[in-house]
């Protein structure tokens, strides 16, 4: 079996390694990665520019392939799908830090199984609670093995991808909904040094601790495995909308 | 009411200009776009660098407060929503070509409407087929004008947006499901002066053009509506992922 690794903390995050290194025991491994932390940079794909896929031995890998490119993750499966071969299985992160809720529709870790999947390549995003520092990449890698397995052994619907995220200290394992978990951004105004305004956004994260969602599992200490389909159709609103647009035609040709 | 105006192909492009000055017919409009073109970087928020906002009268809205911000999409509309207020309506477009099925992934336009439905902001984006070149952008500008009143009268559910696809010559409106939609992608070497090699990414668009689809309704001559939810949760596999996993539990703590 073939496994892709990639991340968006970059190919020298202690997260990719740890996932890269345990991965092992499940195949052939090959890592492509951004070459600078890429978070939040979202799902995008970079056609304006040309890409560079440089090996990257310093990157503590070993044996194992690994290249850096500097674009998106999503850059990153593409060129190495293309430049490497198809892999059987793409995992994605360990990510420093949740990807929980809407956390996912900015989210590169994701991003990156958003474009295994719709590739169709079974894909596994992998995010860690680094909140409480309790439990270290090499733990979690581990952990990860062990769903890479059961997805390797059982596959994946077409469309649907696995979005995994790791406690400080796991007590099991649920399978959850995503919540509505976000960062409710500020804007913080500073003046440069010739008096003109600049802005950061920054956010704190919010979201209803509801039972049975990816952000419940977390804070309850369990391993949260959201199944995330790319239909992102709203169906039940869908036939609502058909009956309104029935009864109130829109005014248009 | 108060309707916030963004897009992913910049302040400058004639598809948002089409859209903002039309959008007077519903109320106060304000502009808040990126300074340069942003097609396919997705859904990032820029929380590591800071950012200018920046009142661009050059950009043809006349009257309208405009500003240009350089950032993504979303970060437009976090820093729209702070530093001109919270809108009663959020209009992204109109884009420069379709953004169909898993387009919606990579799609900038998309990626400020669901930034706007995270916030509570009932959304819509609004993209136009551009390959035939029937349909000008202040046509389809009136047609999005029609759909947003429909919305700002009836509202939308919390968590759900509208994505709106024009076809080259409307005869019609139809409510579609999100399609199988998206760009084979294929990698392109170069060598640069120095005999060093460089990629494109190209991708060439391929799709089930199934009856009831995104796809199918633009390709059939109607105006694409499609609700879309932010809540990725797969349900239907969730159930089965939960029985599978009691059967066969996981080896973790």
Redesign the interface.
């Known amino acids: 079996m073939r496994i892709l690794v990639t991340n968006d903390d970059g190919i020298f995050s202690p997260g990719i390694k740890a996932l890269g290194l345990a991965m092992r025991a499940l195949g052939e491994v090959y890592v492509v990665a951004p070459d600078v932390?890429q978070?939040?940079?979202?799902?995008?794909?970079?056609?304006?520019r040309?890409?560079?896929?440089k090996h990257t031995a310093s990157a503590g890998f070993g044996e194992i392939p690994a290249y850096r490119v500097d674009g998106?993750p999503?850059?990153c499966v593409?060129?190495g799908v293309?430049?490497l071969g198809r892999p059987d299985l793409l995992v994605s992160g360990i990510n420093i830090g949740v990807n929980l809720g809407?956390d996912?529709?900015?989210s590169?870790t994701v991003?990156a199984a958003?474009?295994g999947t719709?590739l169709g390549i079974p894909s596994i995003a992998f995010s860690l609670d680094t909140s409480g520092e309790e439990l270290n990449f090499e733990e979690a890698a581990r952990?990860a093995v062990?769903?890479a397995r059961?997805v390797a052994e059982?596959g994946?619907?077409q469309?649907?991808l696995l979005n995994v995220n790791f406690p400080p200290r796991?007590?099991?394992?649920r399978?959850t909904?995503?919540s509505?978990h976000?960062?409710e951004?500020?804007?913080v105004e500073?003046l440069d040094p010739e008096g003109r305004?600049?802005?950061?956004?920054?956010?704190q994260p919010v979201g209803e601790e509801e039972e049975g969602t990816d952000l419940w599992a977390v804070r309850q200490g369990y391993?949260s495995?959201?199944?995330?389909?790319?239909?992102?159709?709203?169906?039940?609103?869908?036939a609502r909308?058909?009956a309104?647009?029935q009864d109130?035609?829109?005014?248009?040709?």
């Open positions: 932390e978070s939040a940079v979202g799902h995008g794909i970079t056609v304006r040309p890409l560079r896929f998106t999503a850059d593409v060129l293309h430049l809407l996912l529709t900015h590169g991003a958003l474009e719709s952990f062990a769903i059961f059982r994946l619907p469309g649907t796991p007590r099991g394992v399978v909904r995503l509505t976000h960062y951004d500020t804007v500073r305004p600049y802005y950061w956004i920054a956010g391993v495995v959201t199944p995330v389909s790319l239909d992102f159709t709203d169906y039940g609103f869908k909308l058909e309104l647009l109130h035609p829109l005014p248009l040709p």
